[in-house]
């Protein structure tokens, strides 16, 4: 008798991945790496399987789950976030273009669109009102005329850093909510399952961009007095260092 697929992705998962009492790792977290050596590949970013291995009742239970659950959220999330951001004049749209700006270096506006999940036309319109507020910048590279791409500012760059200053996970409702599974199990929820869903709709590029900025956030910032503020170059570091030894 044939093996189901998820009992080789299993097999394999464990082979690279340590799976703790708490964390449960999804298969689908892996289709990336059995996907070939099981002959199933990925079309659209989900799973081509031969075989319908769900019912449609169980299929419907599921994606109204997430969708009522997502609502519920969102609703939290857009409070909080629009709390947060109310003081320095942005919305929503605006500040995750100064986000992912921040975290590209410089993107084009396509590049703005697929990572910050909004239209070409949504992109473009909220980037020239943060190039009006003095914000962004634009401009065109040499070897593509076509593409526009936006770079944040002296001021750009400064505002984020504030708002990065006056973070306040007090104020925030779903950090409020996840905190009583940080003391059960003393992290908080690593959200795989919810990380794997999103890699299968909108793929590899997407999530790449989305660690790649937490581990910018990581490695660029630190906690002082209670705030978040950026990491001083290390050079800066260095010679502050050098002076208070030779004091």
């Not at 910048?137 to 770079?151: G, V």
Request: aromatic share 14%.
């Amino acid at each position: 008798m044939r093996q189901a697929p998820y009992v080789y992705y299993y097999e394999y998962a464990k082979k690279i991945i340590k799976i703790n009492t708490f964390v449960f790792i999804p298969f689908c977290f892996i289709d990336i790496i059995g996907s070939k050596k099981y002959g199933e590949g990925r079309v659209g970013g989900t799973m081509k399987t031969t075989e319908q291995h769900y019912s449609i009742k169980e299929a419907m239970l599921f994606s109204q789950r997430i969708a009522q659950l997502s609502k519920a959220l969102w609703k939290s999330i857009e409070k909080d976030w629009q709390r947060w951001i109310k003081p320095f004049d942005l919305n929503i749209n605006e500040h995750h273009i100064l986000w992912i700006a921040y975290h590209f270096k410089g993107a084009s506006i396509s590049e703005i669109a697929k990572f910050g999940v909004m239209h070409v036309s949504t992109a473009f319109n909220f980037s020239k009102k943060l190039e009006e507020k003095g914000l962004l910048s634009f401009s065109k590279k040499q070897d593509d005329k076509r593409n526009t791409y936006i770079e944040l500012t002296e001021k750009g760059e400064e505002v984020l850093m504030r708002l990065m200053e006056t973070y306040d996970p007090t104020k925030n409702a779903v950090f409020n909510g996840a905190l009583p599974l940080r003391e059960l199990y003393g992290k908080f929820p690593e959200i795989l399952e919810m990380m794997c869903i999103v890699r299968n709709i909108y793929g590899d590029d997407f999530m790449e961009i989305f660690e790649r900025a937490f581990e910018n956030i990581k490695e660029d910032f630190i906690e002082q007095d209670g705030k978040l503020v950026k990491r001083k170059p290390k050079t800066e570091e260095h010679e502050k260092e050098l002076a208070s030894q030779a004091n």
